[in-house]
Structure formats: structure tokens, C-alpha cells
């Protein structure tokens, strides 16, 4: 079983910075893709940022050059440091994760997702 546990939501001022971590747990083989998305109410979720297992990125328009991506191997962990944060970056963030479970056995998990909420 393998399960995926999103920390570091929260609220903040426009402007300020967030860090969401994911973290997977369980029988995990090896993990190919990572990603962010998040969703809003009466929206369909969107990819926000991925990065392959071989470490190149790709992000939506609407945060370039202000969120990065990073994953951390060793700790089967996916990171989204958000900057420069704006009231339309509110939303629930959600972690996905594309992992192998044995050597041919691919699977994809979400995470529960966190609630980012930019406000003054």
C-alpha cells in the first residue's frame, strides 16, 4: 500500500512564500514522475508543475518564475516552493506521484491535498 501525506499549506499575505512538501510511504519499487496541481471550486484540477525522474521540469504559465519544483529521491519526497504568491494562487494543492511498484508495475497516487489560501 502506498500512500502520499502533503504538509505545508496554509494562509499568507499576496506576496509572501509558501513550501508545500509530499512525501510517499509504502512498497514503492521506484518513482518515475512527480507533480503538483491544485483545484479550485467548480474548476477542474490543473497541473501546476511536474519533474521527471530524470530531473527536468515543466510548469504552467501562470506560475513560471515564481514556483519551483524539486524531488528528493532518497526521501521519496516532491517539493513546490511557492513565491511571490497572488490571491488567485488560493486553491487545494494536490501531489501526484507516477510510481513503480514492482520493476513493470506502474501506478499512479494523489495525495489528500492542502489548502493554500492567499489573503490580506
Known amino acids: 500500500q502506498v500512500r502520499l501525506v502533503e504538509s505545508g499549506g496554509g494562509l499568507v499575505q499576496p506576496g509572501g512564500s509558501l513550501r508545500l512538501s509530499c512525501a510517499a510511504s509504502g512498497s514503492i519499487f521506484s518513482i518515475n514522475s512527480m507533480a503538483w496541481y491544485r483545484q479550485t471550486p467548480g474548476k477542474e484540477r490543473e497541473l501546476v508543475a511536474d519533474i521527471s525522474s530524470g530531473g527536468s521540469t515543466n510548469y504552467a504559465e501562470f506560475v513560471k518564475g515564481r514556483f519551483t519544483i524539486s524531488r528528493d529521491d532518497a526521501k521519496n519526497m516532491v517539493s513546490l516552493q511557492m513565491n511571490s504568491l497572488k490571491p488567485e494562487d488560493t486553491a487545494v494543492y494536490y501531489c501526484?506521484?507516477?510510481?513503480?511498484?514492482?520493476?513493470?508495475?506502474?501506478?499512479?497516487?494523489w495525495g489528500q491535498g492542502t489548502q493554500v489560501t492567499v489573503s490580506s
Open positions: 501526484n506521484m507516477r510510481i513503480y511498484l514492482t520493476s513493470y508495475y506502474l501506478q499512479t497516487y
